[in-house]
């Protein structure tokens, strides 16, 4: 996983992460904030763009920092980064609107222990140089922030009729109430991972049915 | 000291040297994030409590916070005080006391649930009230908030203390739907019966506690106006 | 503190708002873990096991950063405390009893980047509890989570001898399960009024 030679290496570090090697979708990562305020769009945009902010921001002290930290304390320091984002995102949030902050509640904070962000610091961050891990965090953020809004969107269209607020149905309409419950957090998030599983199914088998010498090209 | 030799010894140094310079950059960060937002956050929270507090005292123009001192006293709230046992006084455009917004706070159907409501000390009533902080069930007993006949209940609860001054003349009392005849009567919402009876219940906590020990010292608060 | 009965707390933290299957907190290990029942009951009694001691941990942090008027250090040193202690007690742990160790082992350091640890320990401060209500909440966040544990283990070695299209196997599926759970603990509220 050194540097690669790849002809364009700056659009591939951003674009995987938006659907090939998606976090949330793909690779199923950082649920519990992903879950836990998709309920409407707007909180599972402002989660995302927090997280984006976090993953970004940590990312770039990770990997400028990578040849001062020595490996024994390298998660410790990543942690403490981290931690330290995290916490400026919380009194950001807090300065901009404290309804959206009562919103996601403790869940700001528990960014902190987002898989996802000490994943990407950890596996990426602390081997590439500034650039190429800004554009990661960058692409992995955005790949974050669209799972969240889809997650988000679902939910409260069919939960609360409306999206981002604005009703979308006549009046009568009756919400399901069940989408704005936990419980349809996971009907949802589950949804869209078969959706995704067949996807990628039918583009194996349809790569293996044009290149039947050896698909070397397949996603993973 | 790119140079360490690779043995055991030489290795800490460059350890603590990380460790101690990324604290002291997060911790620089953090308090200067802090010193940055920490006014408008504290004006933000100012301006909530306001509204919440106009909201349910409708006829208030400005507000003082006091708290309870020593089980009996009240006094104007100092900067860094404990948030609990606190009452908000509402005055009007003269500066005239109109009443008091009271906290209170109790177990619901999913989770405790937080009030702020008005207490005009005029006619002993209770005349509005907002839920703070609920997790009530979306579409059934998050209409403790938004029911407009449940709410209806709050536009002249009766909250009268008895002869003695110490306690309510009749507690205030959760009903089944429709069935409200006395003013001290909270009508409950179909769909809903756990958690508008809880707000009930909540309301009458809260009111027994504060209702007495303001009225033995309304004038902690008439000569404090702002 | 808060005026609630120690039982109502414990029934609240434990069914009612049970951390996975309504605050979705721990997702990672509910999900990894629970296909087999043994180690779904291990794990669980291993997180309950953190939950109890970095409870106390918090509860102490939060005590000192109110003394020193220092809130904005509360995440960090809540998640550099129980990082901490997930390794002393894995240490101890191994000094004490090595059979303990083994059967434990493999889960603690799972542990520290669970986030019903983290979780717990922000929202007994969010709730201000006080010391004894604190230990309850924290005993009955770890049976909930070993309960939802366990009855997902107990559904997934059911479903290994389902037949299933490959599409729907992993975790889009523990994920309805997991719904549908979600749905069962709802019956339980109201139980704390």
């Known amino acids: ?220 | 000291m790119s140079a360490a030799p690779p043995g055991e010894q030489p290795r800490v140094w460059p350890m603590y040297r990380a460790m101690v310079g990324v604290g002291l950059m997060c911790g620089l960060l953090i308090v200067g994030v802090f010193q940055w937002t920490g006014p408008r956050i504290a004006r933000n929270r100012a301006e909530a409590l306001e509204r919440a507090i106009f909201q349910v005292l409708p006829a208030a123009r400005s507000s003082t916070t006091f708290r309870l001192v020593d089980g009996e006293r009240f006094e104007p709230r100092g900067e860094g005080d404990a948030a609990d046992s606190l009452v908000h006084a509402g005055y009007d455009a003269e500066g005239e006391l109109v009443g008091l917004a009271l906290e209170g706070r109790g177990m619901g159907y999913q989770d405790v649930i937080h009030v702020l409501f008005g207490y005009a000390f005029a006619d002993e009533t209770v005349v509005g009230i907002r839920v703070l902080e609920s997790r009530e069930t979306p579409g059934l007993g998050d209409r403790i908030e938004t029911d407009p006949g449940f709410l209806a209940n709050f536009d002249a609860l009766d909250v009268r203390l008895d002869e003695s001054g110490s306690a309510l003349a009749h507690a205030i009392e959760p009903v089944k739907p429709g069935e409200k005849t006395e003013a001290w009567q909270v009508d409950g919402i179909t769909g809903a019966t756990i958690s508008s009876v809880a707000i009930a219940n909540i309301l009458d906590q809260s009111a027994a506690f504060w209702i007495p020990r303001i009225r033995a010292r309304l004038d902690d608060f008439r000569g404090a106006q702002p | 503190m808060s005026g609630e009965p120690l039982w109502a707390i414990f029934v609240n933290a434990s069914l009612i708002n049970n951390f996975v299957l309504a605050y979705f907190l721990g997702l990672c290990p509910f999900l990894g873990v629970s296909g087999k029942l043994a180690t779904a009951s291990r794990m669980g009694g291993a997180v309950t096991f953190v939950m109890l001691v970095s409870s106390v941990c918090a509860f102490g942090i939060q005590r000192a950063l109110v003394a020193i008027d220092a809130p904005y250090l509360r995440l960090i040193s809540f998640i550099a405390v129980i990082a901490s202690t997930v390794q002393l007690v894995e240490m101890f742990v191994k000094k004490v009893s090595p059979e303990l160790f083994r059967q434990l082992g493999i889960f603690l350091p799972l542990i520290t980047t669970n986030c019903a640890i983290l979780g717990l320990a922000l929202f007994q401060t969010n709730k201000g509890y006080d010391f004894v209500e604190c230990l309850v909440y924290a005993l009955g966040a770890g049976a909930g989570f070993t309960l939802a544990l366990v009855l997902m283990a107990g559904l997934r070695e059911k479903l290994e001898l389902a037949s299933l299209p490959d599409v729907v196997r992993g975790a889009a599926l523990s994920l309805v399960l997991a719904g549908i759970l979600s749905i069962t603990f709802m019956g339980f509220a109201g139980l704390g009024s």
């Not at chain 1, 998709?38 to 599972?44: L, M």
């Open chain 1, 1 to 220: 996983m050194s540097d690669e030679s790849v002809p364009t290496p700056g659009t591939d570090e951003f674009v995987k992460g938006l659907w090939r090697e998606n976090p949330v979708f793909v690779q199923v990562l950082g649920m519990c904030p992903a879950l836990a305020v998709s309920n409407t769009a707007r909180n599972a945009l402002a989660m995302g763009l927090a997280t984006l902010f976090v993953l970004v921001g940590s990312n770039l002290v990770v990997s400028s920092l990578r040849h001062f930290v020595p490996r024994q304390v390298r998660i410790a320091t990543y942690i403490l980064v981290i931690a330290t984002f995290v916490t400026v995102v919380d009194y950001a949030i807090q300065a901009i609107s404290l309804d959206l902050h009562k919103a996601l509640g403790a869940f700001i904070s528990l960014i902190v222990v987002n898989c996802l962000i000490l994943g990407r610091a950890e596996a990426f961050a602390s081997r590439n140089h500034v650039g190429t891990a800004l554009l990661d965090a960058l692409g992995m953020g955005t790949g974050f922030v669209l799972a969240l809004l889809s997650l988000g969107a679902v939910r409260e269209i069919l939960g609360s009729g409306s999206l981002f607020g604005v009703p979308l149905f006549h009046e009568g309409f009756q919400g399901w109430v069940v989408m704005i419950l936990p419980a349809g957090g996971f009907f949802t998030l589950a949804g869209w991972l078969l959706l995704f599983n067949w996807l990628r199914e039918r583009r194996a088998t349809r790569l293996a049915a044009l290149e039947p010498v050896g698909a070397t090209g397949g996603g993973r």
